[in-house]
């Protein structure tokens, strides 16, 4: 059966790098790959780049939309722009609903969340090891309750995702990325977000700090690995094997979990190294530093240890059991920290800004 997919976030750092690596991904035949982009100039990157067909749409246009999707007669969606709310999912999984109405075939829907949905930041329980394969994950995010809203709305949302998709036909995966790291490939964004995070409210101190009371840990996941997983699931779709969806079709990119307070040292030594903060010492936030953390990321102090700590004990199963090894262990974000501020200091200078989405 051939499947025509539709790729959003083509031009972020996540799906830039994903598009980067179609051609040599060696996947399984399919119809026709079109890019989600909102101008012509991004169409333009990313058929000249990629050969993807390009599709100028405004995902708030939610009737174009889904019309869109049952003109090309799409049966996979990739969508990578939006985990923390679901106000527009739904469109995109009415149309794939539509197109297995009129031809009959599966149709797919993977959605990007995020590792802090799954975290304390979410109320979720961290007293032990929560596997992606869990059979109580769907239950777990539905009933997600936290101080900090938008963080038990996004793990709601992926509950809302699953219910909307069940209820059209829709098959749908949960695709989890953690704290990512290293360089992207694509045309658009080449940097992640919560390292970024870091070297930007150490910028504004002159000093990195930690967040938590604790020394809490958290899943890493270098962005090769990371978008292997993507390429990975969507080759088994493509085969036509059968992987598990729906509640129980959750996958957690990581290759293991790290400190939140090893991350803190090795880029304190890469920024003290460029004298960009005083010193290599890292030291604990008060509510001054973390009022100042506040402003620099343009965040209320108390949601500061959402985006830079906190702890997370998700871990990935899934992946591998479909035959996804990740290449690089979690400590390697240690050692390749100084490339790391390298990389986030040349996406500061060239003016990239914290995205609102992973």
């Given at each position: 059966m051939s499947h025509n997919i539709l790729l959003t976030g083509a031009s972020g750092y996540l799906g830039g790098t994903v598009l980067a690596r179609w051609k040599n991904a060696n996947l399984p035949p399919y119809g026709k790959l079109y890019a989600l982009v909102r101008s012509e100039d991004q169409g333009e990157q990313v058929q000249k780049l990629y050969g993807a067909e390009p599709l100028v749409l405004n995902v708030r246009d939610h009737e174009t939309v889904t019309q869109a999707i049952i003109d090309k007669q799409i049966t996979i969606v990739y969508y990578l722009i939006d985990a923390y709310s679901a106000k527009h999912q739904p469109t995109f999984i009415k149309g794939l609903g539509e197109v297995k109405r009129k031809t009959g075939k599966d149709v797919h829907f993977l959605h990007t969340t995020g590792s802090k949905q799954f975290s304390?930041?979410?109320?979720?329980?961290?007293?032990?090891?929560?596997?992606?394969?869990?059979?109580r994950l769907y239950?777990?995010?539905?009933?997600?309750?936290?101080?900090?809203?938008?963080?038990?709305?996004?793990?709601?949302?992926?509950?809302?995702?699953?219910d909307t998709a069940e209820a059209h036909g829709v098959q749908t995966y949960i695709f989890a990325p953690c704290l990512v790291y290293g360089q992207g490939e694509g045309f658009g964004n080449r940097t992640s977000i919560q390292d970024v995070d870091i070297v930007r409210a150490a910028l504004k101190l002159r000093r990195v700090y930690k967040v938590d009371t604790d020394d809490p840990i958290w899943p890493v996941c270098h962005i090769s690995d990371t978008a292997e997983l993507y390429l990975h699931i969507l080759r088994k779709i493509l085969s036509g094997e059968e992987i598990s969806h729906g509640r129980n079709g959750f996958f957690l990119a990581a290759s293991?979990?790290?400190?939140?307070?090893?991350?803190?040292?090795?880029?304190?030594?890469?920024?003290?190294?460029?004298?960009?903060?005083?010193?290599?010492?890292?030291m604990r936030a008060d509510d001054e530093v973390l009022a100042k953390m506040g402003e620099a990321l343009g965040v209320a102090p108390d949601e500061v240890p959402v985006l830079i700590g906190g702890r997370c004990m998700f871990t990935p199963e899934h992946g591998?059991?479909?035959?996804?090894?990740?290449?690089?262990?979690?400590?390697?974000i240690l050692d390749v920290a100084d490339d790391e501020v390298e990389f986030i200091m040349k996406g500061l200078e060239g003016g990239n800004k914290r995205p609102d989405i992973r």
């Open positions: 304390r930041h979410a109320g979720v329980s961290v007293d032990q090891v929560l596997l992606d394969t869990d059979p239950h777990i995010q539905k009933e997600a309750k936290s101080k900090h809203k938008f963080a038990a709305e996004s793990a709601n949302t992926n509950a809302t995702i699953i293991g979990s790290i400190t939140w307070n090893r991350v803190y040292s090795a880029m304190a030594k890469a920024l003290a190294k460029r004298k960009l903060v005083k010193d290599d010492v890292v591998q059991k479909i035959g996804w090894e990740p290449q690089y262990p979690p400590h390697h």
